[in-house]
T-cell receptor, first 114, second 115 residues
Framework: AQSVTQLDSQVPVFEEAPVELRCNYS??????LFWYVQYPNQGLQLLLK??????LVKGINGFEAEFNKSQTSFHLRKPSVHISDTAEYFC????????????FGSGTRLLVRP | NAGVMQNPRHLVRRRGQEARLRCSPM?????VYWYRQLPEEGLKFMVY????????ESGMPKERFSAEFPKEGPSILRIQQVVRGDSAAYFC?????????????FGPGTRLLVL
């Protein structure tokens, strides 16, 4: 069965420190990969996506992610975080042979401390 | 260009009542998806619709839940005879035609509380 795993439920980090949020997926078919951010009581905002091409993708707010097919991973990174990055981050996939529904991980809460 | 609109933003219902959630996709988008987020959990797919068609309803509970996306007007997610376990945030997303995998744009959600 297809699944998305975000092993870290919460990641505390100090302001201006680097951060990596981990995402692994399991699928028997090729996938498209996404990272979304959710601020409290709001909807989801697309950070970045991987559809094809270069495995390093850059998104909004200084975030980037690298697709590693052999490790079935799509980790999200930022070299220097801000207080305003405190939010819930969701990794998601779309199966290429499916109806385009997003399959989400359980989310990682990024907590940036001053 | 307005984003995905959902209303109401908050909805309180007593057990046994009906809940109707509305979603207006972004202009030019013909694909609509509904997701449910239970407290402290990720989002779970419910249903995928195009105008007047249900494409994939594999995530919909078999009873009490229905969805439609008519030719005119918003998409509606309807929950009949609500129970406390239906309390959740319901998100709608829309995507453009031809390449729906490019991105799904989410609305602000409707937070349903069943008393």
């Amino acid at each position: 069965a297809q699944s998305v795993t975000q092993l870290d439920s919460q990641v505390p980090v100090f302001e201006e420190a680097p951060v990596e949020l981990r995402c692994n997926y399991s699928s028997s078919v090729s996938v498209y990969l996404f990272w979304y951010v959710q601020y409290p009581n709001q909807g989801l905002q697309l950070l970045l996506k991987y559809l094809s091409g270069s495995t390093l993708v850059k998104g909004i707010n200084g975030f980037e992610a690298e697709f590693n097919k052999s490790q079935t991973s799509f980790h999200l990174r930022k070299p220097s975080v801000h207080i305003s990055d405190t939010a819930e981050y969701f990794c998601a996939v779309i199966l290429m042979d499916s109806s385009y529904k997003l399959i989400f991980g359980s989310g990682t809460r990024l907590l940036v401390r001053p | 260009n307005a984003g995905v609109m959902q209303n109401p933003r908050h909805l309180v219902r007593r057990r046994g009542q009906e809940a109707r959630l509305r979603c207006s996709p972004m202009k030019g988008h013909s694909h609509v998806y509904w997701y449910r987020q239970l407290p402290e959990e990720g989002l779970k797919f419910m249903v995928y619709l195009q105008k007047e068609n249900i494409i994939d309803e594999s995530g919909m509970p078999k009873e009490r839940f229905s969805a439609e996306f008519p030719k005119e007007g918003p998409s509606i997610l309807r929950i009949q005879q609500v129970v406390r376990g239906d309390s959740a945030a319901y998100f709608c997303a829309s995507s453009p035609p031809r390449r729906p995998e490019v991105a799904q744009y989410f609305g602000p959600g409707t937070r349903l509380l069943v008393l």
